[in-house]
């Protein structure tokens, strides 16, 4: 069974400094691999997705996430943070189409004035 | 579009009573909805897969006689939780299956906030 691991519960960023959310994901083969953000009782916002081709996947809001296929890793980035942009972030991984999705714990991203 | 409702957005009830909370997807049709269910600071936990027209699959340690999920058609589906108790509550988001939107993309409702007191 695919598994997800985000080691960062917690962050804290400077507004304006560059950010790099982890996740790594444990699967025999490539999922299909995306990042959600939550905002406080709110629901899930896709961020982006990756299912082949270029490694380096933008999305909205300024973010881009890197698969590596070595490291199993699909890493968030944002060159540089906003106030609005603190929220939950969710990993998550899919078999395929129509299979169920499977979340990481999450990284609660706190900015800082 | 493919905009994802839920309803209702908070829903305060008694220890014993049922509750519906519906899952509409507004501009398209998806054949398989999710529902899922997040604990205070906790990631969201895959409960039930439903597809339209058939029974819904549980996940392991979900009771599916407490958890009713209906999906009769290809715009609603809706999860009953009979019977809540205190521990049920929590916060309930469904997602719907929108690969005739765009491929392979679940689009997720704003969630349910369940309080039993």
């Known amino acids: 069974a695919q598994s997800v691991t985000q080691p960062d519960i917690h962050i804290t960023v400077s507004e304006g400094a560059s950010l790099e959310l982890r996740c790594n994901y444990s699967?025999?083969?490539?999922?299909?691999l995306f990042w959600y953000v939550q905002s406080p009782g709110q629901g899930l916002q896709l961020l982006l997705k990756?299912?082949?081709?270029?490694?380096l996947v933008q999305g909205i809001k300024g973010f881009e996430a890197e698969f590596k296929r070595s490291q199993s890793s699909f890493n968030l980035r944002k060159p540089s943070v906003h106030w609005s942009d603190a929220a939950e972030y969710f990993c998550a991984v899919q078999p395929g189409g129509y299979q169920k999705v499977t979340f990481g714990t999450g990284t609660k991203l706190q900015v800082i004035p | 579009g493919a905009v994802v409702s839920q309803h209702p957005s908070r829903v305060i009830c008694k220890s014993g009573t049922s509750v519906k909370i519906e899952c509409r997807s507004l501009d398209f049709q998806a054949t398989t909805m999710f529902w899922y269910r997040q604990f205070p600071k906790q990631s969201l936990m895959l409960m039930a897969t439903?597809?339209?027209?058939?029974?819904?699959?549980?996940e392991q340690g979900v009771e599916k006689d407490k958890f009713l999920i209906n999906h009769a058609s290809l715009t609603l589906s809706t999860l009953t939780v009979t019977s809540a108790h205190p521990e049920d509550s929590s916060f309930y988001i469904c997602?719907?299956?929108?690969?005739?939107?765009?491929?392979?993309?679940?689009?997720f409702g704003p969630g349910t906030r369940l309080t039993v007191l």
């Open positions: 699967y025999g083969a490539t999922p299909y």
């Open positions: 439903s597809n339209e027209g058939s029974k819904a699959t549980y």
């Open positions: 997602s719907a299956d929108g690969t005739g939107v765009t491929y392979n993309e679940q689009f």
């Open positions: 990756y299912f082949s081709g270029d490694t």
